[in-house]
């Protein structure tokens, strides 16, 4: 939701009601906030009620124009280098393969798949074998190794264990 780039999305996403997760702990925060015990507590709750209800707000159409238009651009820009992660720096950084570090996975494998795992989510995959179509229906081409990559990771065990029924979550 927050990866929104036009107002054609800002419709589509409020139509579907799919804006609500982040919302629904607003008033939450807000009643919270208010309490004695919120109070040590008060900049932080601010600075999340701010935001949340900055998405609101959008989502609403209650922004000025040239807050929505930032928004999108903010929003292209971070897709953008999401693409550039995705087609260039992470095939870059896989040497041998499948993974970053070769034959064996490391830590940092463990963080980017995750990473793709959340990325394929938002635009599409249901599930772990829908990963690459759904990254390649966003970004085009997926480069091999980034394909390989994924493969690896979603045959693993522990993948298996972590996305029961392959569903991406």
Not at 65 to 79: G, I, N, V
Request: net charge neutral; with cysteine; proline share 5%.
């Amino acid at each position: 939701m927050l990866f929104l780039q036009t107002q054609q999305e800002v419709i589509v996403t409020s139509t579907f009601r799919l804006c609500y997760f982040p919302l629904l702990g607003l008033s939450h925060l807000k009643k919270y906030a208010a309490t004695p015990e919120g109070q040590a507590y008060k900049s932080l709750y601010d600075a999340q009620i701010a935001k949340i209800s900055g998405v609101e707000a959008l989502l609403t159409g209650q922004v000025p124009d040239e807050a929505k238009q930032d928004f999108f651009r903010k929003s292209t820009a971070l897709w953008d280098g999401i693409k550039e992660f995705t087609i260039v720096t992470l095939p870059a950084a896989i040497a041998e393969g499948p993974f970053i570090a070769g034959a064996e996975p490391g830590v940092d494998d463990c963080h980017v798949a995750a990473w793709l795992a959340r990325i394929a989510s938002v635009v599409g995959a249901q599930k772990s074998d829908d990963g690459v179509s759904a990254l390649e229906k966003r970004f085009g081409p997926i480069p091999q190794k980034v394909k390989v990559f994924w493969d690896a990771w979603i045959k693993r065990g522990s993948w298996v264990k972590a996305y029961p029924d392959n569903v991406l979550h």
